[in-house]
């Protein structure tokens, strides 16, 4: 069988999981907390690994990124530590401290604030992640229940009820907080940092207004039919998040440092 990850661990004992999310694989390493050390890491083509909600920070010694290869950082408002000796990747590579979309109205999440060391990059089209979530358009308002049909006794027919309102979409998240040590023979064109803000989530739509009760015709005589009820409002569209920042900061590369 063959493994679209491959890692080696230095201090920690773990397993790789692996399922099928949207026609391609994501594999997920076994819990772990705090800082995970790993030799190698490497990610083929069109996969995506998950690190644990856990892991405050990683480091790697060598790390391989394919072509649309993703390394998925675990979310939280805490900055995270990625240290890696050795990166090479290729492009459309990422780097992923994205927040998540909200549900339901609720608001997007904040990119996570990331600080990145690359000691050594080789390889073009590297993308760094830090965009906040989009909000989650609001909940659709219930619509009104229908009037009932009169009777030619005593019941007369009823009105239909008003629709509900509709939900308000929820605020994006903020994009993220970067810093990124990048070595000095680098150009920084080698990676492109995405900190744009989640946009708003739309207003939920108005509930319908019930169907009045229907006219009830009694020999020689009619009773009037039920006023339909009226349609709710839609619901406002949530704010869309500010840009996060990026700083880029120079440092010497592997190769001078070891001279």
Not at 98 to 123: C, F, H, M
Not at 176 to 190: D, F, H, R
Not at 236 to 243: I, L, M, N
Request: hydrophobic share 35%; proline share 4%.
């Amino acid at each position: 069988m063959r493994w679209g990850v491959m890692v080696v661990a230095i201090v920690a004992q773990w397993a790789v999981a692996t399922s099928v999310l949207a026609d391609f694989p994501v594999y997920r390493l076994g819990q772990s907390e705090g800082r995970l050390q790993l030799d190698y890491l490497e990610v083929d083509a069109g996969e995506r690994l998950v690190v644990p909600r856990g892991v405050q920070a990683l480091e790697v010694g060598r790390l391989l990124l394919a072509e649309q290869a993703r390394l998925k950082l675990p979310p939280g408002n805490e900055r995270f530590e990625l240290h890696v000796k050795e990166a090479f990747v290729a492009a459309g590579s990422v780097i992923d401290g994205s927040g998540r979309a909200g549900e339901n109205g609720e608001a997007g999440q904040t990119a996570r604030p990331l600080v990145i060391y690359l000691d050594k990059l080789e390889g073009q089209g590297l993308i760094i992640d830090a965009r906040g979530g989009e909000g989650g358009q609001g909940v659709a308002g219930e619509p009104g229940a229908n009037g009932y049909r009169g009777n030619c006794w005593f019941r007369s027919a009823t009105h239909g009820q008003n629709g509900g309102n509709g939900g308000n979409g929820g605020n994006g998240g903020n994009g993220g907080e970067v810093i990124v040590y990048l070595p000095e023979n680098v150009a920084e064109s080698a990676l492109q940092v995405q900190l744009q803000g989640g946009a708003g989530g739309e207003g939920g739509l108005p509930g319908a207004g019930g169907r009045g009760g229907k006219v009830k015709f009694c020999g020689v005589y009619g009773k009037p039919a039920g006023r339909a009820g009226r349609a709710g409002s839609a619901g406002q569209p949530g704010v869309d998040g500010s840009a996060g920042r990026v700083q880029i900061i120079r440092q010497a590369s592997a190769a001078q440092a070891s001279d």
